[in-house]
């Protein structure tokens, strides 16, 4: 059965820090996605990461993949206050084809100015 | 434009009396899906449809369910609603079937059980 977890939980930090946030899986999953929610919003997809060593960059979120460790990463650069928000990691696990996602905790950033 | 629609956005009911969350989107997407939303425990996936009269379990379907008569809407069903169901309810729909196809989520639904 695939579990994610993220780590850490809750971040605060700077405004031009970097920081990473933590997805890993129990096992195989097809594929591993990111979200992000805004508070009260809904959530909107950032990046679909699908082969070992996968790696996405929108601005200053990228975001990679390593299937035998499993564990994904999303890696913040030179953070903004508008990157404040809920992002979560998805997993797909291989046995359910291309029709089930399993979602993290999430992990709550807030940056400060 | 583009979108998945949910309604009612709020709603407060009490236990045992049936209701029904309806989701609708405007994109032709094959697969839909319904999620609720707890704090700490991320999202959790009710049902899914890969298409029209298909439907199939996720991981928390027990008191939920669902229909898929037109490809655009996929209503989820509470029976008897109970207080362990006051959550976030968000509808998602994408594309198809392809690895990289995106979910598009709709603006939520909060429920409150009494």
């Known amino acids: 059965e695939l579990k994610v977890e993220q780590n850490p939980l809750f971040l605060s930090m700077q405004e031009g820090k970097n920081y990473t946030i933590y997805c890993n899986y129990s096992?195989?999953?097809?594929?591993l996605y990111w979200y992000r929610q805004d508070p009260g919003k809904s959530l909107e997809s950032l990046f679909v990461l699908l082969s070992n060593g996968a790696v996405k960059q929108e601005g200053r979120l990228m975001a990679s993949l390593d299937t035998k460790a499993r564990l994904s990463t999303l890696h913040i650069t030179a953070a903004v206050h508008d990157l404040s928000a809920t992002y979560f990691c998805a997993g797909s696990p291989s046995t359910s084809g291309t029709y089930k996602y399993i979602f993290g905790t999430g992990t709550r950033l807030k940056v400060l100015a | 434009e583009a979108q998945v629609t949910q309604n009612p956005r709020y709603l407060i009911t009490v236990t045992g009396k049936k209701l029904t969350v309806t989701c609708s989107q405007n994109m032709n997407h094959e697969y839909m899906s319904w999620y609720r939303q707890d704090p700490g425990l991320g999202l959790r996936q009710i049902y899914y449809s890969m298409n029209v009269e298909v439907t199939d379990k996720g991981d928390v379907p027990e008191g939920y369910k669902v229909s898929r008569k037109e490809k655009r809407n996929f209503p989820l069903i509470l029976e008897s609603p109970s207080p362990n169901q006051t959550s976030l309810y968000f509808c998602?729909?994408?594309?198809?079937?392809?690895?990289?196809?995106?979910?598009?989520f709709g603006p939520g639904t909060r429920l409150t059980v009494l």
């Open positions: 998602a729909s994408r594309p198809g079937t392809s690895l990289t196809d995106t979910q598009y």
């Open positions: 096992t195989t999953s097809d594929r």
